[in-house]
């Protein structure tokens, strides 16, 4: 795999290494020892699938609060998808800042996503699959949201949301 640094802290794009041949090709995806050799949570407890059937979905922006914070590794197997990620720890060189990354079923991009990081995304095309990987475990009680497009953060998305749950849309604006 290909660890890039992100402009925010802590963040890293990752780009796998195909090994290719006439069949296809083969490559990691996820290796324990890679990850901590880049000082990245390793710790991967459980993993979730998003489907979205409609271009213009846009679920975010979300994250869990202390002490259930989550680090994700997210990738797009099916379609694509404008991924957002805005950090969100108070004493880091990049707090209140934000990052957007396409990821692609076929540019087999992941963004690595530490804990203390919100984290949203729009749908570019229909039927676009998410998968994440996650540090910790799911805490309802726990989740936390801010309104997508908060004016203070000034998240620049690719188009504005055809769908959006209620919660999502009615979110507050992030006050820190």
């Excluded at 901590?36 to 979730?48: F, P, R």
């Amino acid at each position: 795999m290909i660890f890039s640094k992100a402009p925010l802290a802590d963040a890293f794009i990752i780009d796998i290494e195909k090994k290719e041949d006439k069949r296809g090709f083969f490559a990691r995806s996820w290796c324990r020892h890679e990850f901590e050799a880049h000082g990245l949570n390793a710790n991967l407890v459980q993993c979730n699938i998003s489907f979205n059937p409609f271009k213009g979905t846009l679920r975010g922006m979300h994250r869990q609060k202390k002490p259930f914070e989550e680090a994700k590794l997210v990738r797009c197997p099916r379609g694509s998808l404008y991924d957002v990620i805005v950090d969100l720890r108070e004493n880091s060189p990049t707090y209140k800042k934000h990052l957007g990354v396409t990821l692609t079923g076929d540019n087999w991009r992941m963004l690595y996503i530490p804990e203390g990081f919100a984290h949203g995304f729009l749908t570019l095309e229909d039927n676009t699959e998410v998968f994440y990987q996650l540090s910790e475990y799911y805490m309802p009680d726990s989740q936390q949201g801010f309104r997508w497009n908060d004016p203070a953060l000034a998240i620049i998305w690719p188009s504005e949301p055809v769908v959006i749950s209620d919660r999502d849309r009615d979110y507050p604006d992030f006050i820190g």
